[in-house]
């Protein structure tokens, strides 16, 4: 039975360069008809756990989730998964400050540039900001990490910074603390009050 992963995992070797069928084999295989674009892995994590809390099951429903390793690799994805390629439907996510990047990267696939949302800065402030910082602070407390949040506070870098800043930094400061993080605060959201670019991707699925 093939399973979501191991698509991921095809569509990350075709973006390096290996062979395409694998991908498309599987993608006929799991029914997708949507590849929803997503910059890293925890923006993938949080997409998948509101899907979660929302009851559904996107794979499913023909939604293939994939994080491209980075914004600078969403015109190659558009093109292998777009109209140029399996001629899926693409939406996912972006950074406002990567907007243009993503338009000129979807222009050049022949892909439609409206089903793409904006986040300020990342998702990580859209769910900060959501959740607000003191409810942020208390997952912190929660998950054992207020040493090292006390810590990074103390750094003189940080003095001079909103707290909704510091705690975005904070969130990228440890591998692998974004992914964790991206999964904690989605589940600490009011599943029907998340931030809009989130809760706009999922309804136009």
Same mark, same amino acid.
């Given at each position: 039975?093939? =399973? ?8 990350? =070797? ?19 008809? /949507? ?6 892995p925890? *923006? ?13 099951? +996107? /794979? ?30 693409? /939406? ?29 800065? =990342? ?20 998950e054992?990490d +207020? ?42 959201? *009011? ?7 989130? *809760? =706009?991707? +999922?309804?136009?699925?």
């Open positions: 039975m093939a =399973d979501i992963q191991a698509f991921r995992n095809a569509v990350g =070797d075709w973006a390096n360069g290996g062979p395409g069928k694998p991908a498309g084999d599987l993608a006929e295989l799991l029914g997708l008809r /949507t590849a929803v674009l997503l910059e890293g925890s *923006d993938l994590v949080a997409v998948e756990a509101l899907a979660e809390r929302r009851g559904r099951d +996107l /794979t499913a429903e023909g939604v293939g989730v994939v994080s491209m390793g980075g914004a600078m690799s969403v015109g190659r994805h558009a093109g292998l998964l777009g109209p140029p390629g399996l001629g899926l439907r693409l /939406t996912g996510l972006c950074d406002e400050r990567e907007q243009p990047f993503y338009e000129r990267g979807l222009e050049r696939a022949g892909a439609p540039r409206q089903g793409f949302f904006v986040c300020v800065a =990342d998702l990580e402030e859209e769910l900060i900001r959501a959740l607000g910082t003191a409810r942020v602070e208390e997952i912190v407390r929660a054992g +207020l040493r090292a949040w006390q810590t990074f506070l103390h750094q003189p870098a940080q003095h001079d910074r909103p707290r909704h800043r510091q705690l975005r930094r904070f969130l990228g400061t440890k591998k692998g603390r974004k992914i964790r993080y991206g999964r904690l605060l989605v589940e600490a959201l *009011d599943p029907e009050g998340a931030p809009a670019p989130l *809760d =706009d991707l +999922l309804g136009s699925l």
